[in-house]
């Protein structure tokens, strides 16, 4: 609004005040009733903007927590993922190793790529340590018992996987390749579980 139209308003409510105050006999009971009818609006109007106040705080905290919750949801699946990325490539290693062809191999030495993903498996799995706890506070207590990915159930799923995928090719023939479809079936489904549950809580 303009501030010529508020100066205006302003102005124009002190003079209608002070040509009624100056119309009115102090000692009548007019004006000691308009007293009291401003007395009552102004104790209403003082009572409307306390609960507008609370209701626009109780908003803002929402949205607040919401926020963060969102935001510490976000950050712990992209930990996971790295998690999962890195026993993708641990499987990619030996993958590119026991490759039955003559091309050349992808990695020069697989040894070494093998302990360059088991190192980044390891430091993903101490973040996800350290930041599911910071998302598991942040639960209601009916929540909790819904949370699937605690960091001792994630360890055990993960660690389920790497062993699976060392130990199928120690395997031969159709054993190995039966372990292999079952490891390539448990990442998918891990990833899609992981996926679904955080984004359960943490919304869309």
Known sequence: MNDRVIWFCCFALLFI?????ININTDSMTLDALYKVFGIIAGIGTLLTAVIASAALHTWMHQFS?????KAFKKLEGIGFDCIGAIEKY????????????????????NLARRESLDIFW???ERYRIDVDFVQSLLLAEEIKDF????SNFDTKVHEI????????????DERH?????????????????KKNLRKFRGR
Do not use: Q
């Not at 919401?66 to 969102?70: G, L, T």
């Not at 699937?148 to 960091?151: M, P």
């Not at 079952?182 to 891990?190: A, D, G, P, S």
């Open 148 to 151: 699937e990915y605690t960091y």
């Open 17 to 21: 005040g002070m040509i009624v105050g």
């Open 123 to 125: 430091e993903s799995k």
């Open 178 to 194: 039966n372990a292999l479809c079952r490891v390539e079936r448990n990442i998918l489904n891990l990833k899609l579980d992981f």
């Open 66 to 70: 919401h926020a963060e919750r969102f």
């Open 91 to 110: 499987w990619g290693v030996y993958k590119d190793e026991h490759f039955p062809a003559t091309t050349p191999c992808h990695y020069n030495d697989h």
């Open 162 to 173: 790497i062993s699976d995928i060392t130990n199928a090719y120690e395997l031969k023939g």
